[in-house]
């Protein structure tokens, strides 16, 4: 078997049930992640899909099971996984570049404070928010607070980039955009990422590879959809792919039923370590355009006439 | 035609103030009735018996006396007849150092308290009897095992200002956001690091809060602190024209108690405001 750059072997978490016993929030989790690679956990709330995340940041952990990312166990929190949280979570006391600075100490701790900011500055570019260093927090919207978020956890140079619902706080319009960007970003720099979101819409526009969670308690992975779009999508014109409502209603389909009506005997005849990957497909549609076919799609194959 | 409500508030205080004066001085004018006495005991009578004076001091006699403090605030003529301002002086350094020494033990022991649930568990029946207990309760045994009462004011100050900057201290930082913490956590920051630049900054509104009130409770018990351990200082200055019968240096004393408290209440305000994000 061949060593994944980040795998979720077994993992179980478990709280102390009222009156004895113990409630199962997951079970047996097993995910291997390839480096570069963008991944999205989807499912309803109660499924534990935050603390899987958590596990992995290292705050919390796991009953059972282990996290491994570049051949170690993990032990707790550290430098190499960093996290965007749901609400932003600035120091609101600290400037933007404050913000940014701080993550940036932490990892180069011998720096001078020339060089930590002058990296700094370097994301707070990145992320669209030049002009904007000395703002504090509460002076900024909620999309512009997310970018320093961004910013904040890029510029510790992560291994993985761990994004619990990271837009769900955000109105439509920024939302859009921000998912651009984080695109853009995670492609231009090769960012292994772990999402977390309950948005159909904005895991088949990010993720390479969407994980289904059933239900909790005793929720499981039950399914890895592959996402067959091209990686040249653009937000415009992605719902126009011929593929795209297959996978769509793939997923929703999931959330809908499944995810409700996953049985037992379902779960005992999952595989845990393997989980069924589906790459849904649709017949190819093609435009006729003149005497010549159309391809509908860059990328989609043109059936010979 | 609108004013703005800083300025109508100013006229409307100087009207109630002036209403108060007033008041004051009609209620003090005198007018008592004077009896006929022989004119070498009459000598010996104050000015209510023989003129018919109030025995009250008017607000002209007050500004008369406190317009003679301010003029010359520090002159010492011996044990029993000092000036204002080094009375003040006394007391502001009491206040000073017995809040100091309370600051650099309730923050740390706060924070300690704050962090960790245990000793949050294990104090707290300590602190909830302690904080109760009123400071001057303190003196005979402050007293009694210093064997100095200067010494022994500066400690009861000291205690009293412990309760509100602990408790406050302890709650501010147990509740910072988890968040926050989460951040320091994520970004590998050490315990002494994540303290100062986490805990401390997030909780500062909190722990300033619970130093304004430490002050304000500080400067009421300085008074009364004062008064028993005597020698020095604007409460024993209170007690002595009390004994001397001095109704005019007490309203003084007063008012002047008063002043003082209010500025070291503003400064604490001001440092709050200093410390406070908003979110």
Redesign the interface.
Known sequence: MTQSFISIEGISKRFPAAGGGATTVFEDLWLPMERGAFTCIIGHSGCGKTTVLNVL???DRPSEGVVIVDNQAIE????D???I?Q?H?L???LTVMGNVA??VS??WRRWSRVEVEEHARKFIALVGLSGAERK???ELSGGMKQRVGIARALS?EPKILLMDEPFSALDALTRGTLQDEVRRICRETGQTVLMITHDVDEAIYLADRIVLMTNGPQAVMAEIVENPLPVDRARNDVHKHPLYYAVRNHVVDFLVTRSRSFSDADKAALNRRAVPVVRPGAPEPVVLGGDTLTPSWPGSRVKEA | MTRSLTLRAAVVSLLFFAAFVLAWHLATRGAGATVAMDPEYAKLMGATATQGKSAMPGPLDVAQTLWGHLKDPFYDRGTNDKGLGIQLGWSIARVGLGYLLAVLVAIPLGVMIGMSPLMSKALDPFIQILKPISPLAWMPLALYTIKDSGISAIFVIFICSLWPMLVNTAFGIASVRREWINVARTLEVGTLRRIFTVLLPAAAPTILTGMRISIGIAWLVIVAAEMLVGGTGIGYFVWNEWNNLSITNVITAILVIGVVGMILDQLLARATRAVTFPE
């Not at chain 1, 707790?76 to 430098?79: I, Q």
Request: charged share 10%; net charge positive; hydrophobic share 50%.
């Open positions: 940041a290292g705050l707790g929190p550290s430098l996984r960093a996290v949280f609400s979570a120091l609101p006391w701080y993550a932490s990892r504090r927090p509460a510790i």
